[in-house]
Nanobody, 118 residues
Framework: QVQLVESGGGLVQPGGSLRLSCAASRSIFSIYAMGWYRQAPGKQRELVATITSGGSTNYADSVKGRFTLSRDNAKNTVYLQMNSLKPEDTAVYYC????????????WGQGTQVTVSS
């Protein structure tokens, strides 16, 4: 079992920045692909970004050039740096972990609220 704990959400003005962190409970974190998803009120959960165990990243078109996903395997942690935030980025952000043999996420965090508003 892998536990994921997100932190770093909050209220920020449009154009501002936030950094989300997701800490995993297991040392085998390094072989898991990690991801961030978000869900706005009344909408389905959507992919924000993913990062493979080797560090390759993939981003949703809506966040390309503004968000950066990175991982620190020594700390079992992934970071989502969010810049130039827009009101439409407002959502609950969820961290996920996927085992190497899986095609979908196996574990989820509890979510952290990000609100972009003036």
């Amino acid at each position: 079992q892998v536990q994921l704990v997100e932190s770093g959400g909050g209220l920020v003005q449009p154009g501002g920045s936030l950094r989300l962190s997701c800490a995993a409970s297991r040392s085998i974190f390094s072989i898991y692909a990690m991801g961030w998803y978000r869900q706005a009120p009344g909408k389905q959960r959507e992919l924000v970004a993913t990062i493979t165990s080797g560090g390759s990243t993939n981003y949703a078109d809506s966040v390309k050039g503004r968000f950066t996903l990175s991982r620190d395997n020594a700390k079992n942690t992934v970071y989502l740096q969010m810049n130039s935030l827009k009101p439409e980025d407002t959502a609950v952000y969820y961290c996920s972990a996927r085992r190497p043999t899986s095609v979908t996420a196996n574990y989820w965090g509890q979510g952290t609220q990000v609100t972009v508003s003036s």
